[in-house]
């Protein structure tokens, strides 16, 4: 099973700030990671699939990069709505897996 | 616009069979572009793939819950199903079910329904 680890747990930051979360894999998943956003009471979205490429309707603000074992999702000025926990998920190997989250918090 | 929603019981007993409906409306199972999945997420923590199935009835499983799961698809009513036999505390969780892309976004949750919270205790 490949294990996803995201860091940091918690990133506490500013609207307006740039955001940089990291997701590492186990083993390569070459550039088959996506990233979800989920905020408190509802279903997580998909923001980033393919490492890079945003999802339906995503705003561009959004962007994704990396391969192999080193992901990175970057948000580039922080809208208020964009505080919420943000997931990776690898869909190289069975069983997918899922990071543990980060959690983005206003400062 | 497709749309997913979880049905059935909210609490279930301890070593019984959770058992869990996802309607799709708007689209048809059928479609050839996506097959299905169930997520579950425990309170306060993270999400746990569970398993998939195509409108063909073919279906991966998580090996962690293989031994417990059955995932089926009533193509007659745009639905597919998920039932958990001999449940736990641990099981306690909000489950959500998926559309997962073929085409596009290809092994991605693309789509999601609101999720039902499901409670095993006595």
């Known amino acids: 099973e490949i294990v996803l680890t995201q860091s940091p747990a918690t990133l506490s930051l500013s609207p307006g700030e740039r955001a940089t979360l990291s997701c590492r894999a186990s083993q390569s998943v070459s550039s088959y990671l996506a990233w979800y956003q989920q905020k408190p009471g509802q279903a997580p979205r998909l923001l980033i699939y393919d490492a890079s490429y945003r999802g339906t309707g995503i705003p561009a603000r959004f962007s994704g990069s990396g391969s192999g074992t080193d992901f990175t999702l970057t948000i580039s000025s922080l809208e208020p709505e964009d505080f919420a926990v943000y997931y990776c998920q690898q869909r190289s190997n069975w069983p997918r897996t899922f990071g543990q989250g980060t959690k983005l918090e206003i400062k | 616009q497709m749309q997913l929603q979880e049905s059935g019981p909210g609490l279930v007993k301890p070593s019984e069979t959770l058992s869990l409906t996802c309607t799709v409306s708007?689209?048809?199972?059928?479609?050839?572009?996506?097959?299905w999945g169930w997520i579950r997420q425990p309170p306060g923590k993270g999400l746990e793939w569970i398993g998939n199935?195509?409108?063909?009835?073919?279906?991966d499983y998580n090996p962690s819950l293989k031994s417990r799961v059955i995932i089926s698809v009533d193509t007659s009513k745009n639905q597919f199903s998920l039932k958990l036999r001999s449940v736990t505390a641990a099981d306690t969780a909000v489950y959500y079910c998926?559309?997962?892309?073929?085409?596009?976004?290809?092994?991605?949750?693309?789509?999601w329904g609101r999720g039902t919270l499901v409670t095993v205790s006595s």
């Open positions: 998926a559309r997962v892309g073929v085409a596009v976004a290809i092994g991605y949750f693309d789509l």
């Open positions: 199935i195509y409108y063909s009835g073919s279906a």
């Open positions: 708007s689209g048809s199972i059928s479609n050839s572009r996506y097959y």
